[in-house]
């Protein structure tokens, strides 16, 4: 077998998750994607921002981060 310097991909099959949110955060939400829409020109959808959002808040954590390298968590 070849000695590839790419390692195998990991799994990337998306999962679902079903949240329910008060209505003040989803009219935040609304809100930022108008912002998005009126920033980059391209509108997205709440449910397509979400995702992106979480991840760049959890990229963000440094505390999270730390705590996670800490434990031994990948």
Do not use: C, N, W
Not at 19 to 45: C, F, K, N, W
Not at 48 to 66: C, G, N, Q, V
């Amino acid at each position: 077998m070849a000695d590839l310097k790419l390692a195998r991909l990991p799994d990337r099959t998306p999962l679902k998750l079903t949240i329910a949110v008060m209505p003040e955060l989803h009219q935040r939400l609304g809100d930022y994607a108008l912002v998005y829409a009126q920033t980059y020109g391209s509108e997205e959808p709440i449910t397509e921002l979400i995702p992106a959002m979480l991840a760049a808040f959890l990229d963000s954590d440094r505390e999270f981060i730390k705590a996670r390298r800490g434990s031994g968590m990948s």
